[in-house]
């Protein structure tokens, strides 16, 4: 298969090291062959591997922490610096009631906001990279990184390559960095954990096998990182559901031992007890109740429409400028498109379907995203009257995504698209991954509900 230049061009400027890659699997055959690489298949019926790795660069590596970093620290301030703490106001722009706006709001203080954590998606298109959307939530995917790179450095074909390239990748610990994030925010600003640490994370089902599990490998974690940065502290990890932790005097415990950290992996789901001692000051919540709010992709309309407004420092309104694509509103009054006032939106979309995807604003995994180009003129005005008619649908310009060679469901490869996924814990990037789909037959959609597979990113030198 003769490889087209621009993908080449496409890997090769994320790091030289994805040139290499390409010449080793065209003189290894037994990299072409989907069988010899079983050891990586997942039983999990979301996540998938993609066999073959992508490799970045440090200059790749500090365009994803700029971009991630900073549309992190321009969504999660939106509800003061927008809005003003009006819950009314947000309830008509989220069309949201205005009961939930409030509790999905309670707490919600400075301290809180450092303690967040977020995933952003973005493509590197022609312009730039662009961000799709922002996951601000503890249980957003990706979580299993730190595993699935071991998978992948152990698997006889990738670690030939590694050892005969002399690859030496540099890749930080997510799990680990999640975990020093939250030790962080929570010593000597919760009282009663000078000395020991005990961090409850919150599933909504129950299981034994998988708690077990999870409690030795982060308790682990944890206390290396406290004897590490943190001599003298001990720590304890509690993986449950919302039936194990009791309340007395405002205070929560888990077996006789006192929780200062509750990170809920529930989408913002939080019990009586523990919003009881939230408000007692007497945990550090990790997310909770803000996740809907904060996660809402209408947020990126908020920060398209208001670019050029008073609201942004001039720092923010560039990374606005470079990081944020067309994004608006389906039921916008009359917003402009490249200058251009649309005073008919139905009008406008039925127009530009070639440059336009569709959005339901509460919409998860790809379900009901429309992208104008890869579907039939009939579907997109389907999609279209189904936007108009909604609630609180958004449109967002088309923004081609880069590509890569990733090997194929049978063997062999082709070009794959690409959606790229930055972690951010408090202000600090901390790692990314990179879902791909195959060019052929995609409806567009990058996401791994729709079917597309993980590809482990490992940062090197060049």
Partial sequence: MELNEDTVKSQVDLSEVNREFLD?????????????????????????????????SLKSREAFKDAG??????????????????????????????????????????????????????????SGLKCLEYNIAASMGGWQIPIWEVFYLNHPIIAKFVKEYGIKPRNENLISAFLEHIVSCTLSKIPGCDSEISIAFTFRVSDEGMEKRMTVYLTGLLNEILKRKHNGVTGNIFVCDYSRPVLKNNCLYINGKRIHVVTEMQLGDISEDVRIAYKAGN??????????????KLNLSLLSDYETTGIFSDEEKKAIDAYIPWTRKVSS????????????????????????????????????????????????????????????????????PNTGYYQLPTDGYDIFDMVWGFFVFGNRYTGAWVRVMPQKGSKGVINCHQGAGVSIIFEVDK
């Fill in 24 to 56: 080793f699997v065209k003189r290894t055959p037994e990299s072409l062959k989907r069988s010899n690489f079983k050891l990586l298949e997942l039983r999990n019926e979301l996540f998938s591997l993609q066999p073959w790795p992508t490799f970045i």
């Fill in 69 to 126: 970093e900073k549309i992190f620290n321009i969504i999660k301030c939106i509800p003061r610096r927008v809005f003003n703490y009006d819950f009314q106001k947000m309830s008509n722009y989220y069309e949201t009631p205005l009961s939930q706006v409030e509790t999905e709001m309670e707490g919600f203080k400075d301290e809180y906001v450092d303690s967040l954590v977020g995933r952003g998606d973005f493509v590197i298109s022609p």
């Fill in 283 to 296: 945990i550090r919540l990790i997310i909770g109740p803000s996740t809907p709010l904060l996660s809402h």
């Fill in 333 to 400: 009054n009359q917003p402009r498109y490249k200058g251009e006032k649309i005073s008919n939106m139905e009008t406008f979309l039925l127009s530009n379907r070639e440059n336009m995807v569709l959005k339901p604003s509460w919409g998860f995994g790809g379900d009901d995203v429309c992208v104008g180009r890869s579907c039939p003129k009939e579907e997109w005005e389907a999609a279209v009257q189904k936007a108009i008619n909604g609630r609180s649908w958004l449109v967002q310009e088309y923004l081609k």
